[in-house]
Nanobody
Framework: VQLQASGGGLVQAGGSLRLSCVVS????????MAWYRQAPGKQRELVAD???????NYADPVKGRFTISRDNAKNTVYLLMNSLKPEDTAVYYC????????WGKGTLVTVSS
């Protein structure tokens, strides 16, 4: 399984970004997928997840600001991030929600104040 995240960048506080993650080598449509992030000096944390049926869950710090979605036809999971804050600065990764596979390189999101 390969995970290719993209869409990160530098944005001012209050701005938006949309991350994408293409998953290959797996039966994507049945996978419970998630976005994670790792800020400098901190452990990786779960940001949001989405089941094969489209049900979603969010970590408290991002509720109401982030939206996770998926396109099974494109083997892609998305993360729309609105009202970004400097504390959202991190490398963002996608992976399975349970039974994670080898992590990809992630995509860096930097939010300036």
């Amino acid at each position: 399984v390969q995970l290719q995240a993209s869409g990160g960048g530098l944005v001012q506080a209050g701005g938006s970004l949309r991350l994408s993650c293409v998953v290959s080598g797996s039966r994507f449509s049945i996978n419970h997928m998630a976005w994670y992030r790792q800020a400098p000096g901190k452990q990786r944390e779960l940001v949001a997840d989405i089941t094969s049926g489209g049900s979603t869950n969010y970590a408290d710090p991002v509720k109401g600001r982030f939206t996770i979605s998926r396109d099974n036809a494109k083997n892609t999971v998305y993360l729309l991030m609105n009202s970004l804050k400097p504390e959202d600065t991190a490398v963002y990764y996608c992976n399975k929600r349970y039974g994670t596979v080898t992590w990809g390189k992630g995509t860096l999101v930097t939010v300036s104040s």
